[in-house]
């Protein structure tokens, strides 16, 4: 699985970013997707997942109600809606694609929230 993300840039404090993510491939559908973030010096963290049908979901408390994530498995995309952004936000926003025992990453989309 090849994955390839999209959708960073520089946003002021309290603004909006949708980040997307498309991967390759037709078997979309039977794998878990996911974001994590890594912010300058400091250890990569899991953002939010989404189940391959969509209808499971699970977000870190830091983005709970600010952020939304979504997929069309039509498109083979996952989308992040980043609403309410903090400085704190800022990092290097990564997909992954699991299933079973095997994961895969893309290469990350580079978020900055500015004062």
């Known amino acids: 699985v090849q994955l390839q993300a999209s959708g960073g840039g520089l946003v002021q404090a309290g603004g909006s970013l949708r980040l997307s993510c498309t991967a390759s491939?037709?078997?979309?559908?039977?794998?878990?997707m996911g974001w994590f973030r890594q912010a300058a010096g400091k250890e990569r963290e899991f953002v939010a997942t989404?189940?391959?049908?969509?209808?499971?979901?699970g977000y870190a408390d830091s983005v709970k109600g600010r952020f939304t994530i979504s997929r069309d498995n039509a498109k083979n995309t996952v989308y992040l809606q980043m609403n309410s952004l903090k400085l704190e936000d800022t990092g290097v926003y990564s997909c992954?694609?699991?299933?079973?025992?095997?994961?895969?990453w893309g290469q990350g989309t580079l978020v900055t929230v500015s004062s």
């Open positions: 992954t694609a699991r299933r079973g025992g095997d994961k895969y």
């Open positions: 491939g037709r078997t979309f559908v039977t794998y878990n």
């Open positions: 989404i189940s391959g049908s969509g209808g499971n979901t």
